[in-house]
């Protein structure tokens, strides 16, 4: 089992950035494969980034991609997503999630473990 508590979220100026970060505490988090998620309000929650074990594969949500990064440091149990040209329509609650699967998967119910998430606020 894994816990995950995420936090950098914050309220930020449209075209700035911010970088998140989520710890792990628990066994193994290196045979977890790690993801960011985000729920706006009224609307689904959304596929952000994934990052396999050992960051050789990486996904991105449609059209994030370019603008956010993800990695990890296993060593540290720590995941980050640095968001950069940050626009109104990222402004959600973050979350990291934990699945003890091989692949990234993008849907959300793969997940095995979620932290309590951290707001992103866009100030246009």
């Known amino acids: 089992q894994v816990q995950l508590v995420e936090s950098g979220g914050g309220l930020v100026q449209a075209g700035g950035s911010l970088r998140l970060s989520c710890a792990a505490s628990g066994r193994a988090f290196s045979t977890y494969v790690m993801g960011w998620f985000r729920q706006a309000p009224g609307k689904e929650r959304e596929f952000v980034a994934g990052?396999?074990?050992?960051?050789?594969?990486?996904h991105y949500g449609e059209s994030l991609r370019g603008r956010f990064i993800i990695s990890r440091d296993n060593t540290r149990k720590m995941v980050y997503l640095q968001m950069n040209r940050l626009k109104p329509e990222d402004a959600a609650v973050y979350y990291c999630?934990?699945?003890?699967?091989?692949?990234?998967?993008?849907?959300?119910?793969?997940?095995?473990?979620w932290g309590q998430g951290t707001q992103v606020s866009i100030s246009s």
């Open positions: 990052i396999s074990r050992s960051s050789e594969y990486k």
């Open positions: 999630a934990a699945d003890q699967g091989i692949d990234v998967q993008r849907d959300s119910n793969e997940y095995d473990y």
